[in-house]
DNA sequence: TAGGCCCTGGACAACGTTGTCATGGCGGGA
DNA sequence: TCCCGCCATGACAACGTTGTCCAGGGCCTA
């Protein structure tokens, strides 16, 4: 800090100005900005001086001071769980277009499933005045963001409802795509079908699992208590539940898992096996067609898109109550879902 | 101003600023910020009248006018081709967590492999007043940066040399783990062996060919034309390229591929293949364990990390010489590629 | 008790841009 | 020819924050 006093000659890593530029250019500072920002009213002689100026002294518009002033950043968040993720990958790409559309640039962070980091990550991009968010709920209370949308920030939810706030939100129909999963397992002939899932904190797993008890009850099954097993999707635990529900003197014949993570290893355990256990997984996953793994799918990208479309009307305009949008999911039998029970 | 004094909540669209809080809490603007800043020289008194004011007006710093202030954005910006390819997504959870550990946030965007559209990219990045810049190539003339750089962006360059321009990279050894993937299928027994790659102006590409001419050469093979496919990595131009190089009097025995992409599809080929058709692929794929492809496998995360490290090895501090830094890449054997010839 | 020092707090300028408004020159219509 | 109005241009304030510097008060010491 004193350094810095002491030291005002940091040459390096200073950039030109439009003072810069209008003195070089012999022209008032106003008129620089008039050319940066292709107003009217300047003639083509005044606007070539001016751009030789801008090109010699490699000037950028600093965008920061342009904020502070017009109030807009022209960049919106994207708060979720783990961009290494192969579905958050194709989600956010989707909103990255969105916004490109919109002349918007995409700051995203990785919650890691940590409402604290979560939290952290939203309030520092409202610090940066993004225009909107875009997040992927890893906590249940979001009455922090409250101040923010009523200051102006639009917010969309997306994949998890969000917690004790009132907001847009963009959901895959999690209830109904595991209950048309597991009931497609019952219609191949099974009764006794385990249910892996996520821990139980996590909307999207509670209702694949909600799913996961209608469609049993549908077919009047009793559920055993265990068949059901919630909590991380690391492959060692949903290793150790597959194989727990798959030994034993009643084994399950058909499994149900409760996201893309849950599937991998499950297929891992299942190549293992010597009996012929069926499997369908909840989201699609890359080179599931070739393994012939049947899945309920949601399509990653237009939930983005969805929501980012949300975000942008929102932004563009009208100030009307939040809306609830919830994409349906489809079933892709690929073989695994339809093998009978063994 | 005299509107806020009447409604001491704040409107619709209006953030409270330092000053509001500084009225509220009957202190100057200065003390607000040592508040907000956790500086020394604050009664704790004084602090707790002036969080009460924050807490209820909802108030949150503006970064812009920070950034103004300071000079110094705390994020950086990272331009790949697209964050929905399975590659990238590691590589960017990666670098977000090194610039996580120094307190900035990731901006990114896709070049779709569109030269103009990285340019656009990173110039708006560069007037955001990023940091860092974290690269990977599109175009091949990135002499537009030279200011940037030279104003002090730092800049690394990733998976791809950056064109006409002196800056940090670091690459995956393209050429090497190509070599070592064609050998393989030398060593099994191969000698007409195909390769589909990525569009030659990728230098990836061009240097996995390289590779893959190195093998050939050391084997004392002589590559015939048909035998090599360079384009576009959709479908439908690498299933016609493969289809084309299985079919004939004298078919291919073994496939390289290029990249995730290619081998996807050549995976997919091959399946309806009745012949049983040797496959090593470059880059790892999820579930290729379970398919049994063979791979020449390169750490995204690790190139990630590798070049954000960089990255704020020069942000912090010492403005030594560019440097190149490459990868090692690694032959992971499943069974694909080691298929004797049919 | 006086002098000096430290500690708290505030006034003010500056960061680089844009919005507002004033100015001066020039052309056209009367 | 004169005046009006338009157009190009620039001076200036403001955006919200932080760095610098100064003021005033309390306390310690001589």
């Known amino acids: ?35 940066v920002n292709s107003e009217p009213g300047v003639t083509p002689d005044t606007e070539r001086r001016v751009q030789e100026a801008i090109d010699a002294l490699g000037f950028r518009r600093n965008d920061s001071a342009r904020v502070l002033r017009k109030g807009r950043t022209a960049s919106i968040g994207l708060v979720l769980e783990d961009l290494a993720d192969p579905f958050y990958g194709p989600l956010s790409r989707a909103v990255e277009e969105v916004a490109r559309a919109h002349g918007a640039l995409l700051i995203n962070g990785s919650s890691a499933e940590d409402p604290e980091r979560e939290r952290e990550l939203v309030l520092a991009l409202c610090a940066r005045r993004v225009d909107g968010l875009i997040v992927i709920p890893a906590g249940d209370d979001h009455r922090y963001l409250e101040p923010e949308i009523k200051a102006g920030v639009a917010t969309v939810f997306v994949d998890r409802p969000a917690g004790r706030i009132d907001a847009d939100m963009v959901l895959s129909d999690s209830f109904g795509g595991a ?77 149900f898992a409760g996201n893309n993570r849950v599937t991998v290893t499950a297929v891992r355990v299942l190549a293992e096996c010597e009996r012929r256990v069926a499997l369908v997984g909840f989201d699609d996953i890359e080179l599931a067609d070739l393994l012939g793994i049947t899945v309920v799918s949601q399509d990653a990208a237009a939930v983005g898109r969805t929501a980012a ?31 009978p029970p063994a």
């Open 1 to 35: 800090m004193a350094e810095t006093a002491r030291h005002p000659e940091p040459r390096y890593g200073t950039r030109p100005t439009m003072k810069d530029v209008a003195a070089r250019a012999g022209v008032g500072l106003k008129t620089v900005s008039r050319v």
């Open 179 to 255: 209950r048309e999963g597991v009931a497609h397992l019952v219609e191949h002939g099974h009764r006794r079908i385990g249910f892996i899932g996520d821990r139980p904190r996590i909307h999207t797993a509670t209702e694949r699992l909600r799913g996961y008890h209608a469609a049993m009850t549908d077919a009047g099954i009793t559920v055993q208590d265990d068949w059901v097993s919630l909590g991380t999707t690391d492959p060692g635990r949903v290793k150790a539940a597959a194989e727990a529900m798959l030994s034993g003197p009643e084994p399950v014949t058909a499994l």
């Open 309 to 339: 479309e949300h975000l942008f009307r929102r932004l563009d305009g009208a100030g009307h109550a939040p809306a609830r949008v919830e994409l349906p999911t489809r079933l892709v039998a690929r073989g695994s879902g339809e093998l």
